[in-house]
């Protein structure tokens, strides 16, 4: 029992520690307001003099913006600042897809504008505008010298207002159209159907609003067809919605389960989402495919049903953003988007990849280091890992092109060779038929005679290198005759790489041919034929004894693990969702 003499000997002490603390706090507080008033005072200072005294005329809303984003530049890259000029652009592209407009993508060339994309559907197409048309003109406005942003504004005004264009196909003459502007709102899903082995796709590219019904509505379709399996591609999918990656987990997991759980420095910023409906399909043979593009909100599906041993993760390891934004209202009609919080998908992981709290002394972002990565185990007790994206529970390595097909891509070779197929081979072709000709593949070969699409392969790059140090040690002359051998044998060899890569051409030129008959949904299906991760995933789900060997970790599949986490290196850059 404690008396009261001892009571009063540890209470004044006790109170003069609180109080102490208490003073601190306030002070720390006060100081803390302090420093805030004082920067914010000498910001406005520094803006003063500069608008007032600065040599030439300044933009002051860029100028503001440039000094926001400095001082948001040093947190994570999807802390942004948007300002009122910018939000309709924000809106449209992390928020909704839809817009009025006529349905059809453009790319500049030449000072000259090009129609690059037409969706199905929509004015464009019904107008019989095509893929490689010069756009001239819009309500009588020129567009010579126009930037992309200037025709894109021209192009969209509200549903049912008239837009008049002036277009030109090859060598024709200039043909005027009135199109009427429509509701362009393009899909999520953006091709689902049957694939071979009597398999279910659904090619799912946001997570934007209706993300979630749309696959729904895809599966309801499927599921008529009796399928063996389902395949849900997620590759290249930058993320978007955090809610409907939950309802999407939801059409195949059943009620009441954890999907993922957010966690921040704000308390009420912190939550838990599960499922709260009955699942869809819970049963069927389930594969996701993704790939380094695959992030955010796609790494929260393909997480979340690999840990709960759902399904099968099939592609490359994922992009790593284990990051949640949420948008902030500020004055004039701008706005903040700030990470608030790291997601955590069923087995505890983060797949957080980039540690933006910690850099190096230049200022660059840093990995997760492997001795910071942590083993989890997934419902049926297989090892996952933290800290470095979704490993795929079976590596399908991904090809890169040849140069020689990256040439003709970026020079606009392939896109225009289709574009000079499709007006003059007016039939109709069947995308998951088709296969160039050896006559047709020598036609293209013709056709490039006298076009530019130079490019260096790595060889001569190191050719050319070994040249300018040799030159610089005062060596080349000495190895001068080697070095003109070596030069004309690589310059002998790359005359025979349309031959040695005919394969790989062939088959970007079937896709961007396919895409002039069928537009989005003929690429899919031309390039099914050639898709490994596609064949793989339909491969397994027939195999049910490995399917199920893999889901319970034993068999001859294993997720691959913390020993390669340090192999697989990634370079970083700045992919814009919207996960809040």
């Not at 939000?87 to 504008?113: M, N």
């Not at 069928?518 to 991760?533: I, V």
Request: hydrophobic share 35%.
């Amino acid at each position: 029992m404690t008396d009261k003499g001892t009571i009063s000997k540890y209470r004044k002490p006790l109170l003069y520690a609180a109080g102490l603390a208490l003073a601190v706090s306030v002070w720390s507080f006060n100081d803390d307001l302090f420093q805030i008033s004082k920067n914010l005072d000498v910001f406005a200072s520094v803006y003063k003099e500069v608008n007032i005294n600065y040599v030439d005329e300044i933009n002051s809303a860029k100028l503001v913006k440039t000094g926001v984003d400095a001082m948001l530049e040093g947190l994570d890259p999807y802390t942004e600042f948007v300002p009122e000029s910018e939000i309709e652009d924000y809106k449209l592209h992390y928020v909704s897809t839809q817009y009025g407009g006529i349905g059809a993508g453009v790319f500049l060339r030449d000072k000259k504008v090009y129609i690059s994309d037409v969706f199905t559907g929509f004015p464009a197409q019904k107008a019989d505008i095509r893929q490689g048309d010069q756009m001239l003109k819009i309500n009588d406005i020129d567009l010579a010298g126009k930037t992309n942003e200037q025709v894109s504004q021209l192009l969209k005004g509200s549903k049912g207002a008239v837009v008049k264009l002036l277009m030109k196909r090859d060598d024709e003459a200039p043909v005027a159209k009135s199109l009427v502007r429509d509701e362009i709102k393009q899909p999520n899903v953006v091709y689902s159907g049957m694939v071979s082995g009597n398999m279910g796709y659904i090619k799912l590219n946001k997570f934007l609003e209706n993300s979630a019904d749309e696959v729904t509505d895809a599966l309801v379709v499927i599921k008529k067809n009796n399928p063996s399996g389902i395949i849900l591609d997620l590759r290249s999918n930058g993320g978007g919605i955090l809610q409907e990656a939950v309802k999407i987990v939801n059409l195949f997991v059943q009620k009441d389960v954890q999907v993922v759980s957010q966690k921040g420095k704000v308390k009420e910023k912190n939550f838990t989402y599960s499922t709260v409906s009955t699942p869809l399909e819970p049963n069927l043979p389930l594969v996701v495919l993704v790939n380094s593009r695959s992030a955010s909100a796609s790494e929260i599906v393909a997480g979340a049903l690999q840990d709960l041993d759902r399904a099968i993760i099939i592609g490359q390891r994922s992009y790593g953003k284990g990051l949640v934004q949420q948008t902030f209202n500020l004055p004039y009609n701008s706005l903040v988007k700030v990470t608030v919080a790291k997601y955590y998908v069923p087995s505890g992981r983060c797949i957080q990849e980039m540690d933006y709290t910690h850099r190096k002394d230049d200022g660059s972002v840093i990995k997760v280091a492997d001795s910071a990565i942590h083993e989890f185990k997934t419902k049926n007790g297989r090892s996952v890992y933290d800290g470095s994206g979704i490993y795929p529970d079976i590596f399908i390595k991904q090809d890169r092109f040849a140069n020689v097909t990256q040439a003709l891509v970026s020079k606009l070779l392939i896109f225009d060779y289709a574009t000079k197929y499709r007006n003059t081979h007016p039939k109709a072709i069947d995308p998951k038929t088709l296969v160039l000709s050896d006559e047709e593949y020598n036609d293209f070969i013709k056709y490039l005679t006298g076009k530019n699409y130079t490019y260096s392969t790595i060889s001569e790059k190191m050719l050319n290198s070994l040249k300018t140090e040799a030159t610089k040690e005062k060596q080349f002359s000495e190895i001068q005759a080697e070095y003109d051998i070596l030069k004309a044998k690589m310059a002998s060899s790359k005359k025979n790489d349309l031959q040695i890569h005919k394969a790989e051409i062939k088959q970007v030129l079937e896709n961007e041919i396919a895409s002039r008959y069928a537009y989005e949904k003929g690429r899919y299906e031309a390039n099914f034929k050639y898709d490994k991760e596609l064949a793989e995933a339909v491969k397994i789900m027939q195999d049910k004894p490995q399917l199920a060997s893999i889901l319970k970790g034993v068999g001859d599949y294993k997720i691959i693990g913390k020993p390669v986490l340090a192999m697989a290196g990634k370079k970083e850059d700045k992919d814009k969702d919207n996960d809040d």
